[in-house]
């Protein structure tokens, strides 16, 4: 055996196992290599182990080269195919994966949105009916005065259909018995209705103020009631003085000082923030009137939260300005803020847009933002450089108890005056000739101003 051969085995071998490591740490597993690949690597070693002996003058067959050089190319052919097979076997096999995991996807949210629809689809048909049963009982108070207790005197009757079926159908029928059945049924049936009808009346009464649950008479008050078509007349013909008096107070005095009596209870009552922040508005309202001679409009009163932020509209016509006020009654522990300047800001600016006012205006002396305020109330750091920046003006006004409440209006000839708690009082406006804010019902009435009332129950 030729001496050479002892030295290109263990080199060849040692030159496989360098360019196996290479090869695994650069590219893929040891294990994922196939056969091909392997001999490819030994012929490449035994090749390479030639040419570097040639390269040094020892004595090699050419055509031991030649064989090793040829058996190096069909073996890097050979694994060059497996490796493609392998990757389009993987690719394949990763498609399938991805496909099988989308339809999976597809179906579970397929599914769910199937789900979601008839769920949907439920919950506003509920919403529906629930919309329609409260259209029902806002727009057509028939339903709760005639069909509700129809429905539950006919339910109630229902012993006495099944006895007079049974008097007709009997062996022995009893026809003259069963006539007598049916006409206590019809008799029965209306009185269940009535009773009824009268008591929804009055739980819709004492719904709309709880107050009269303290001293209404229930039995005394169902006939008067039962003479009620709709719950709009009752809400618009009861006299809401009696929230604030007694019934003896209410029979035994005089309508003025009944009136007056409400009043002075009405304004001492224990009050909401809604209620406090509403009065405060009014309180404004009336200072700026009588102190500063504006003409003022209670946009905040008139519109709810619809107001845009303007709770009043001040017109100064000596000095042609128009004052944008916001009104908040907030004490030291709620601090009035930036956002709420920047609310006020916005609104003048949309005020002076709609009425082709320009926005020099805002900062000059035609369209004015005011911020108006008790003296107690807090305004932080950063709502004091808006205030500065915008050029809004902050006015103090404490909380007065004893300012004009009661409205004089003249409505075609007819002088009328509205306390605080009547139905159209915030809806009516006085802005003509004769019309004022009197501070008692005596003053109105003195000027030949009279209640705005239609009927009383209990008369």
């Known amino acids: 055996m030729p001496r050479y051969i002892y030295v290109i085995i263990p080199l060849s071998f040692l030159f496989y196992f360098v360019l196996k490591f290479t090869r695994k740490k650069l590219f893929f597993s040891f294990a994922n290599i196939g056969y091909s690949e392997h001999v490819f690597y030994i012929a490449l070693s035994l090749t390479i182990m030639f040419l570097a002996m040639i390269s040094t003058n020892i004595a090699v067959p050419y055509y031991v080269l030649i064989i090793c050089f040829l058996l190096s190319i069909i073996c890097y052919i050979c694994s060059q ?31 769910f949105l199937l789900s979601e629809k008839e ?16 259209n029902g009982v806002i727009n057509g108070d028939d339903y709760i005065f005639n069909k509700i207790p129809s429905f539950v005197a006919d339910m109630q009757a229902y012993d006495f259909s099944i006895t007079e079926k049974y008097l007709h159908t009997k062996k022995h029928p009893a026809h003259k018995k069963a006539e007598e059945v049916g006409d206590l049924k019809k008799r ?4 269940v209705i ?35 078509i709709s719950l709009s007349d009752i809400q618009d013909d009861y006299d809401r003085v009696r929230f604030y008096i007694s019934k003896d107070e209410y029979n035994n005095k005089t309508i003025t000082e009944r009136n007056q009596l409400a009043l002075d209870r009405y304004i ?29 409009i209670e946009h905040g009163a008139l519109y709810g939260l619809k107001d845009l932020g303007r709770d009043l509209i001040c017109f100064d016509n000596i000095n042609s300005c128009t004052y944008i006020v916001q009104c908040k009654y907030w004490g030291k522990e709620r601090p009035i803020r930036e956002n709420v300047i920047m609310q006020l800001y916005g609104s003048a600016v949309a ?11 805002i900062f000059g002396s035609k369209i004015i933002p005011v911020l108006m305020i008790p003296p107690t109330s807090v305004i932080s750091d950063t709502a004091k450089d808006f205030i500065k920046i915008l050029g809004i003006q902050v006015w103090e006004q404490k909380l007065l108890n004893d300012f004009p ?8 000839g007819n ?19 004769g019309e004022f804010y009197a501070c008692n019902v005596k003053e109105a009435e003195d000027a030949g101003f009279r209640r705005a009332m239609r009927h009383y129950i209990s008369e």
């Open 81 to 111: 195919i497996h490796i493609n097979d392998e990757i389009d076997e993987y690719i394949k096999k990763q498609e399938k994966q991805l496909q099988d995991d989308f339809k999976k996807k597809e179906e579970f949210v397929n599914g």
């Open 188 to 191: 029965y049936r209306q009185a």
């Open 268 to 296: 001492n009552r224990n009050k909401s923030k809604e209620e406090i922040g509403a009065e405060y508005e009014s309180c404004c309202a009336r200072v700026l009137e009588k102190v500063f001679g504006y003409k003022v």
């Open 415 to 433: 002088k009328i005056y509205h306390l605080p708690f009547d139905q159209q009082y915030k809806r009516t406006i006085i802005d003509k000739p």
């Open 119 to 134: 769920n949907l689809k439920k919950e506003r048909t509920i919403i529906q009916e629930r919309e329609d049963f409260v």
């Open 194 to 228: 009535e009773a009824k009808v009268a008591t929804y009346k009055l739980q819709a009464l004492v719904g709309l103020f709880p107050e009269l649950e303290n001293f209404i008479d229930e039995e005394a008050n169902l006939n008067a009631l039962n003479e009620y």
């Open 351 to 361: 005020y002076s847009v709609s009425y082709n006012s320009t926005q020099k205006s």
């Open 405 to 412: 409440r009661i409205k004089c209006n003249i409505n075609n």
